[in-house]
């Protein structure tokens, strides 16, 4: 956290500047529907630096072809979808914000995704309080949340969603997207670059193409901006058109096969500094006289459900054993105060480095970094609840 930034916001925060950031995002991605953080994370060069190099030389470990071969097969055979790709095109890494040395912060990992996130909705937030700071003592000035300039960034990302097609060919699939707490993203993604949200049960499939209904004609589909998550297609029971072992013509982005071994599987196969041990409880031998210093964890859980932070010999004796290997023993972090608030209270705070690649690409690169924060035990929602300076927020540095 730059120190110097937080105390001259914190100097200038009022609840009529918070009220105008978050009009100022209203007027252009409609109702925010999830918990919007009163602050930014103001970034310094240092912890950026870090985090983004500890991101790539994870996901570089995940690409090492003896360890893909082994996640691979834990993809189940009825979600099995045709034409995988070498690398996922989205990918983000979450890191816990933790004590560093010589106090200072680093960064532990405390999660992987394979799919898109909030990308363009980040840009949003960003611009909304650079605004905003021009007429802030201390903060006027060019600020960023891109890792690379502007240009090349919004260029990364446009590549990497379009992959070469054009706008209306593209469409972002989630189930009733309409109803998604990420709605604000999609209206970002249409806005920055023209692809339409389409719910995946409105699709429309004759022979091996897709098409979506607009205007009273059906479009084809030629690639998808994948927001589908299985957890949420099997608690909810949606029902669709296709079935996803088939041979499509369509691309995706990023493919739904990588779901399963980069966002769920990995944890327990990275060895790095900044991945906290995890081991699948069906090998874990002796257990721990104390479990105070870890974590128990699904993984293959919807929205963080059935995570145990305060784990017991008990909790670990209800998973039953043929389930034990879809759970893991995790080293628990310990949450540096990243920030305080301007009445002084330590807020938490999760960095997540977000990488893209188009589909001609050969790696991962970085682009944006989003934040969310916390003064519950988890970043979720249901810890949060009636809590201010939590949710959703975006890194700034200096431009």
């Keep these: 956290m730059d120190a110097a930034y937080r105390a001259a916001f914190n100097r200038a925060w009022t609840p009529e500047l918070y ?20 602050t930014p994370f103001f970034m310094t060069p240092a912890l950026r630096d870090s985090l983004t190099r500890s991101a790539l030389e994870i996901v570089q470990q995940l690409a090492q072809p003896a360890l893909l071969g082994q996640l691979m097969k834990v993809i189940p055979s009825q979600y099995d979808t045709p ?27 405390v999660e992987l995704q394979a799919f898109p996130s909030g990308y363009a909705m980040m840009t949003y937030f960003a ?14 000035g ?41 709605v604000p993203d999609f209206v970002a993604t249409e806005r920055l670059f023209g692809v339409e949200s389409v719910c995946a049960t409105q699709l429309v499939k004759q022979g091996r193409q897709l098409f979506r209904r607009k205007d009273g004609r059906l479009v084809p589909v030629r ?23 088939e041979s499509l013509d369509v691309t995706w982005c990023s493919h739904p096969n990588w779901y399963w071994p980069w966002s769920k599987y990995s944890l327990p196969f990275l060895r790095h500094p900044a991945v906290p041990r995890s081991t699948f409880l069906s090998e874990v031998g002796t257990l721990p006289a104390d479990l105070s210093g870890y974590v128990l964890k699904p993984l293959f859980s ?7 932070i305060d784990v017991t010999q008990e909790d670990i004796s209800r998973v039953p054993a043929e389930q034990r290997h879809g759970w893991v023993l995790q080293e628990k972090v310990t949450y540096a105060p990243a920030i305080h608030a301007p009445d002084g209270s330590p807020v938490k705070a999760e960095v997540r480095v977000m990488l893209l690649r188009p589909p001609a690409a050969p790696a991962l690169e970085p682009i944006i970094h989003l934040v969310r924060l916390s003064r519950g035990k988890m970043l979720g929602v249901d810890q949060n609840k009636g809590l201010t300076w ?10």
Aim: glycine share 12%; net charge negative.
């Design 302 to 308: 919807f929205a963080g459900s059935g995570v145990v």
């Design 127 to 140: 611009d909304a309080w650079a605004a905003e700071f021009q007429t802030l003592p201390g903060l006027a």
């Design 83 to 109: 034409g995988m790709d070498p690398l996922p095109n989205c990918v983000q890494v979450d890191f816990a914000i933790t004590p560093g040395p010589a106090g200072g912060l680093e960064g532990k990992v």
């Design 223 to 245: 690639r998808i901006y994948n927001r589908m998550v299985f957890d949420e297609l099997e608690h909810k029971g949606y029902r669709l058109p296709f079935a996803w072992n």
């Design 142 to 182: 060019g600020w960023s949340c891109f890792v690379r300039p502007r240009e090349e960034g919004m260029r990364l990302m446009r590549d990497t969603i379009l992959g070469g097609e054009a706008p209306e060919a593209v469409a972002l699939v989630d189930f009733e997207p309409e109803r998604q707490k990420t």
């Design 390 to 399: 939590v949710g959703g927020s975006v890194g700034l540095w200096r431009a």
């Design 19 to 38: 009220g105008r950031y978050r009009a100022r995002l209203e007027a252009q991605l409609g109702p925010i529907p999830f918990a919007l953080a009163e």
